[in-house]
């Protein structure tokens, strides 16, 4: 069974900044969306963002627009750039694929295991 493994979390001061990286085991997912979603102490998950599987469009959550950028490198590999980051993105972070657009944000069929980001000072 295909496998989303993630890379890059850590702990980084306020304002700080952070890449994340998600590499599918296999060619399973290359025509499928990829995207993160977040689950912070104590809280349920929430989307994160999203990107189609060519790269042509991508969707983010209100929270981290205009200071996440998500990019897909290559048909099996997505990454997320975290940019001005706040005490409130502290959380595990998962990777997330399904063919479908619209579940991307709700009910990705594919998850990873989880990278944890720690923003604090």
């Known amino acids: 069974q295909v496998q989303l493994v993630e890379s890059g979390g850590g702990l980084v001061q306020p304002g700080g900044s952070l890449r994340l990286s998600c590499v599918a085991s296999d060619d399973t997912l290359n025509k499928n969306c990829m995207g993160w979603f977040r689950q912070p102490p104590g809280k349920e998950r929430e989307f994160v963002a999203s990107?189609?599987?060519?790269?042509?469009?991508a969707a983010y959550a209100s929270s981290v627009e205009n200071r996440f950028q998500i990019s897909r490198d290559n048909a099996n590999t997505v990454s997320l750039q975290m940019n001005n980051l706040r005490p409130d993105d502290t959380a595990v972070y998962y990777c997330?694929?399904?063919?479908?657009?619209?579940?991307?944000?709700?009910?990705?069929?594919?998850w990873g295991q989880g990278t944890q980001v720690t923003v604090s000072s």
């Open positions: 990107i189609a599987w060519d790269g042509g469009s």
């Open positions: 997330t694929a399904d063919y479908y657009e619209d579940y991307m944000t709700s009910r990705p069929g594919y």
